[in-house]
C-alpha cells in the first residue's frame, strides 16, 4: 500500500503558472492505486513464504531499485541533506519501524485470508488522520468531517461487537499508517528519498531475519527456487514503483483530488476478497463496509465543497 502520503512532494500540487501547462497526473495515480490495490494478487503468490520473512526480503530489495531511481532522478541532494540532520534521522527512523510494522500485518493479514480487515483498514486511514491532525496538529475539523468520523467510529464500534478477532488488523493498518503519515508530514523529505533512508535505516534488521531464516531448518526462501527468488525480487518493484507514481501524480494534481482516487485501493481489495479469494462476508462486516462508505462519502463531499468554495474566494481576491 501507499509508503508516504504526506511527503513534501505531495503536498505541493500543481504548479508550473507562467510556463506550459502541467501534464494530468490522474494515469500516474490512476497507476500507483491500482498496483497497491491488486498487492493482494501479488501476495498470495508468496504466501508459502513466512511473513516475518518477506517482509525482510522486501526491504532488501526495495533498497536498491530505489536507489537507482534516486539516481535517474538526481535526488541525492536531497539524502545527503537529511542524513546531515540528526533530528531528521530520528524521525526516519520512527517512520520506518511503522511503516515496517505496516507492511507486517499487511502482508501476514491477505496471507491469512483476512482481505476485509485489510481493506477496512485503508478506509479508515484517511478518516483517522483527520482525527490525528486535530489531535497532535492542532489542526481543526468541519462540522461534516466530525460527522464522517463519528460515522467511522460507529463501524469500529460494530466490528468490535460481531468481528472482534480481525478489528485489530483494519486498527493497526489504519493507526500504524496514520501515525507513519504524521511523522513524515514533520520532515522535509520527498517520498522517494525519504523511502531509500527508511530502507536502508531497516536493512540492518531485514538483513538480521533473512540470515536467521536462512540458518533454521526450513531455510532460505531465496536462491533455492527460480520462481520464488524472482517473486521475492519483484517486491521491490511493487514498492517502489508505485510510491513513484504517486509522487509524480502528487506534483501535478491538486491533493484533495488525489485524496479521492485513494479509496480505489481499498475498494479494488474489497472486491478481490468478495470475488477472487472467496473470504465469507459476514453481515456485522457488510454493516460495517456501509457505514465506512457512508462516512467517505460524508469526508470526500465535505472536501470538494470546501476545496470549490476556496477557488472561488482565491478567484475572487
Known amino acids: 500500500m501507499p509508503s508516504d502520503p504526506s511527503s513534501s512532494a505531495a503536498s505541493s500540487g500543481p504548479h508550473n503558472p507562467s510556463g506550459p501547462p502541467t501534464p494530468s497526473g490522474l494515469p500516474q495515480a490512476l497507476g500507483a492505486y491500482i498496483i497497491w490495490g491488486f498487492l493482494p494478487a501479488y501476495l498470495m503468490l508468496v504466501r508459502h513464504i513466512p511473513p516475518f520473512e518477506f517482509v525482510g526480503w522486501r526491504i532488501i530489495w526495495t533498497l536498491p531499485l530505489c536507489l537507482l531511481i534516486v539516481a535517474f532522478r538526481r535526488q541525492f541532494p536531497e539524502i545527503r541533506a537529511a542524513l546531515a540532520s540528526p533530528r531528521v534521522l530520528a524521525m526516519l527512523l520512527a517512520s520506518a519501524l511503522l511503516i515496517a510494522a505496516n507492511w507486517f500485518v499487511y502482508i501476514w493479514a491477505i496471507i491469512e485470508g483476512h482481505v476485509y480487515a485489510a481493506s477496512l483498514g485503508y478506509y479508515l486511514n484517511p478518516l483517522l488522520n483527520v482525527l490525528l491532525g486535530t489531535m ?182
Open 136 to 317: 497532535l496538529l492542532g489542526e481543526r475539523l468541519s462540522k461534516w468531517q466530525w460527522v464522517a468520523v463519528a460515522t467511522a467510529a460507529l463501524a469500529v464500534g460494530l466490528l468490535a461487537m460481531g468481528a472482534l478477532t480481525t478489528l485489530w488488523i483494519s486498527l493497526s493498518l489504519a493507526f500504524s499508517f496514520g501515525l507513519y503519515g504524521i511523522v513524515r508530514k514533520q520532515v522535509a523529505v520527498g517520498a522517494l528519498p525519504g523511502l531509500t533512508i527508511e530502507s536502508a535505516i531497516l536493512l540492518p534488521l531485514a538483513g538480521a531475519i533473512a540470515y536467521a531464516y536462512a540458518l533454521s531448518e526450513a531455510g532460505p526462501s531465496f536462491g533455492t527456487e527460480l520462481t520464488t527468488s524472482v517473486l521475492i525480487v519483484f517486491s521491490g518493484v511493487v514498492t517502489a514503483v508505485p510510491l513513484l507514481l504517486f509522487a509524480i501524480a502528487a506534483r501535478r494534481m491538486e491533493y484533495s483530488t488525489l485524496g479521492f482516487i485513494q479509496y480505489l485501493a481499498p475498494t479494488i481489495v474489497f472486491f478481490l476478497g468478495l470475488f477472487v479469494f472467496g473470504e465469507e462476508l459476514k453481515p456485522v462486516q457488510l454493516a460495517s463496509f456501509a457505514l465506512i462508505w457512508t462516512a467517505v462519502g460524508i469526508f470526500a463531499t465535505d472536501l470538494w465543497v470546501r476545496t470549490r468554495r476556496a477557488k472561488r474566494e482565491a478567484l475572487a481576491t
